[in-house]
């Protein structure tokens, strides 16, 4: 693949390191923080950075584990979260090649579709299962994911990159 001039070439990325920032995700969502409908999904955002980065490595299987485990957590109906999740994992897989073309912003622009699709299958599950409405503020959730995606960008390709070596040998 030929990269846009100025992007510098990444390092492979360290399966554990990835398993790892999933499991911190994962572990992010369960803390305690309120039951507020605008809280960002923080392993939405980190699922759908690795299944477009490392799309071979973090698929739809994944995103179905995770999504299982934040129904058990959230006593939500089983497979809400599952479904959410395997579904924007799999647009996000659909997408990946094409998104990487883009400026950072503008690629949280491209996934902000996505997540709002995400919350609104959640919400439409939860809904035919008889839960009740959480209000307007869910749609503050994926604008706010979408903004996390810069930040989520730069701390997860940060161990990826290489240091800057001139060498006048080399043109990499």
Known sequence: MILPRGDALLLPANPLFVWFTLLLAFLLN???LGRVPAMPDFLAVVL????????RRVGVGAAFLFGLMMDVH???????????YTL??????????RLL???????AVQILP??????????????????????????????IEALLWP?????????????????????L
Do not use: C
Not at 48 to 55: P, S
Not at 88 to 97: D, G, K
């Open 114 to 143: 996505l997540f709002f699709a995400a919350h609104l299958v959640s919400l439409v599950v939860r809904m035919l299962a008889g839960g009740m409405f959480p209000g307007w503020n869910l749609l503050v959730a994926p604008v």
């Open 48 to 55: 759908v950075f690795w299944n477009v980065h490392q799309a």
């Open 74 to 84: 959230d006593g939500a109906v089983l497979g809400q979260h599952a479904l959410a």
């Open 101 to 107: 073309w883009f400026t950072v912003p503008s690629q």
């Open 30 to 32: 369960l803390v305690p």
């Open 88 to 97: 924007l994992s799999f647009f996000a897989i659909t997408i990946h090649r």
């Open 151 to 171: 930040i989520a960008t730069w701390l997860l390709l940060a161990p990826q990159r290489r240091p800057p070596d001139p060498d006048e040998n080399r043109p």
